[in-house]
């Protein structure tokens, strides 16, 4: 049976949930097995990234395997588009990011989660930071219920100008009401 590369993810995550709960291990790369590996690299994601998705998961519940399924489909579309299918080789360092108290606009934390959503799409986030970590989790939610594959999107159509990550993060905090309506009537 020939799947499509979301189906394969779904089931790769699935297993890979199944086998965090039955195997101690801390590291990504000793944890994502060399066929998964090699469909990671496909889309343009690293053993790391897909394992901290895979033990938030696991031990939290969040985030939920369609909010990963749909990160992965932005960073894919991302490699496959803009980058080629060729991975940046240069990672962030940590200390590269802005710190978590730095403000935009007077909105703190903004700042770093633009950064992160760039070395996201880019594939250059450092390998002990995560997009869509629990601070970034509350820090979306908190601000308009921003999902995470929209604000990836958002910073991807951006091109680097903050202001319009600035005015769409202002426009999402002004109207949750509105979006809550719309859903309740869908």
Same mark, same amino acid.
């Given at each position: 049976?020939?799947?499509?590369?979301?189906?394969?993810?779904?089931?790769?995550?699935?297993?890979?949930?199944?086998?965090?709960?039955?195997?101690?291990?801390?590291?990504?790369?000793?944890?994502?097995?060399?066929?998964?590996?090699?469909?990671?690299?496909?889309?343009?994601?690293?053993?790391?990234?897909?394992?901290?998705?895979?033990?938030?998961? @696991?031990? *939290?519940?969040?985030?939920? #395997? $369609?909010?990963?399924?749909?990160?992965? &489909?932005?960073? +894919?579309? !991302?490699?496959?588009?803009?980058?080629?299918?060729?991975?940046?080789?240069?990672?962030?360092?940590?200390?590269?990011?802005?710190?978590?108290?730095?403000?935009?606009?007077?909105?703190?934390y903004l700042p770093r989660i633009?950064?992160?959503?760039? @070395?996201? *799409?880019?594939?250059?986030? #450092? $390998?002990?930071?995560?997009?869509?970590? &629990?601070?970034? +989790?509350? !820090?979306?939610?908190?601000?308009?219920?921003?999902?995470?594959?929209?604000?990836?999107?958002?910073?991807?159509?951006?091109?680097g100008d903050r202001q319009k990550?600035?005015?769409?993060?202002?426009?999402?905090?002004?109207?949750?009401?509105?979006?809550?309506?719309?859903?309740?009537?869908?």
């Open positions: 049976m020939n799947m499509e590369w979301d189906d394969r993810f779904m089931a790769m995550f699935a297993e890979m949930v199944a086998r965090f709960h039955t195997q101690d291990t801390t590291s990504g790369e000793r944890f994502v097995l060399p066929h998964e590996q090699e469909m990671l690299a496909s889309i343009g994601y690293t053993p790391q990234e897909i394992y901290g998705y895979v033990e938030d998961y @696991a031990q *939290l519940g969040d985030p939920s #395997p $369609s909010t990963i399924l749909l990160i992965a &489909a932005a960073r +894919r579309s !991302f490699f496959l588009t803009v980058q080629r299918g060729i991975a940046g080789s240069a990672q962030l360092r940590e200390t590269d990011l802005p710190r978590e108290d730095e403000t935009l606009q007077d909105i703190s633009i950064r992160k959503a760039e @070395a996201k *799409l880019y594939g250059t986030l #450092p $390998s002990g930071v995560m997009f869509y970590c &629990a601070k970034d +989790r509350a !820090f979306l939610r908190s601000h308009g219920g921003i999902h995470p594959a929209d604000f990836l999107y958002v910073v991807w159509g951006a091109h990550v600035i005015s769409y993060v202002l426009r999402m905090m002004s109207s949750p009401k509105e979006r809550n309506d719309d859903k309740q009537n869908a």
